[in-house]
Structure formats: structure tokens, C-alpha cells
């Protein structure tokens, strides 16, 4: 069973950074890496949103509102997942979550989430 934790929230203030982990268990480096992995985000009130990612384990993507400040990375053999996030802004409050589909078998996985709390 593949299972994801997540770690690094916090609070911070706007112009700050974070940089969120998620380690991914259960699955096989090899799968990992060709697997869509990512990282989703939900702010209160609203609906959950991609935020960046390797779809379908290839090149890295970014959703448009993040470009420029958040980073994404991920370490195949060690099935390791980062999100760095520089010039946070108070919209970027919101519970976030790594987000893996397998390539082999199409199940999605979530991890728990953890909270990014942006203000002055």
C-alpha cells in the first residue's frame, strides 16, 4: 500500500518561504519516477487545486498563480517529493498535499496534508 507523508508546513509571513517534503512508501523507485506525482493545494472555502508536479513522471510543470516562486523536486531512488516556496503570499494559505497516481496500476494516493499559513 503506498502511503505519503508530508512535512514542513508552517506559518510564515508574506515574502517568506517553506519548503514542504513527502516521502512516499510502498512504491518502487522505478514506478516513482514515471508515475504523476505532485503537489495539490485547498484554501478554505475552495476547491482543491494543482499546484506542480511531474505529470506522468516527466517534465516538471507549474500552475500559472506559482510560477517564478515555487520550485518542485523529487529524488527517484530515495521516492521523495519537495516543494520550495519562495515570495509566499497570503493567497497561498491553504492545506497542502502530495499527490501521487501510479503509473502501473492508475490508483491515486493522498497524503494528509500539511497547513501553510501566510500573514503579516
Known amino acids: 500500500q503506498v502511503q505519503l507523508v508530508e512535512s514542513g508546513g508552517g506559518s510564515v509571513q508574506p515574502g517568506g518561504s517553506l519548503t514542504l517534503s513527502c516521502i512516499a512508501s510502498?512504491?518502487?523507485?522505478?514506478?516513482?519516477?514515471?508515475?504523476?506525482v505532485g503537489w495539490y493545494r485547498q484554501a478554505p472555502g475552495k476547491q482543491r487545486e494543482w499546484v506542480a508536479g511531474?505529470?506522468?513522471?516527466?517534465?516538471?510543470n507549474y500552475a500559472d498563480s506559482v510560477k517564478g516562486r515555487f520550485t518542485t523536486s523529487r529524488d527517484i531512488a530515495k521516492t521523495t517529493l519537495a516543494l520550495q516556496m519562495l515570495n509566499l503570499k497570503p493567497e497561498d494559505t491553504a492545506v497542502y498535499y502530495c499527490?501521487?497516481?501510479?503509473?502501473?496500476?492508475?490508483?491515486?494516493?493522498w497524503g494528509q496534508g500539511t497547513r501553510v499559513t501566510v500573514s503579516a
Open positions: 510502498g512504491i518502487l523507485g522505478v514506478v516513482f519516477g514515471d508515475s504523476t
Open positions: 499527490h501521487i497516481r501510479s503509473s502501473r496500476t492508475n490508483h491515486e494516493y
Open positions: 511531474f505529470p506522468n513522471g516527466r517534465s516538471r
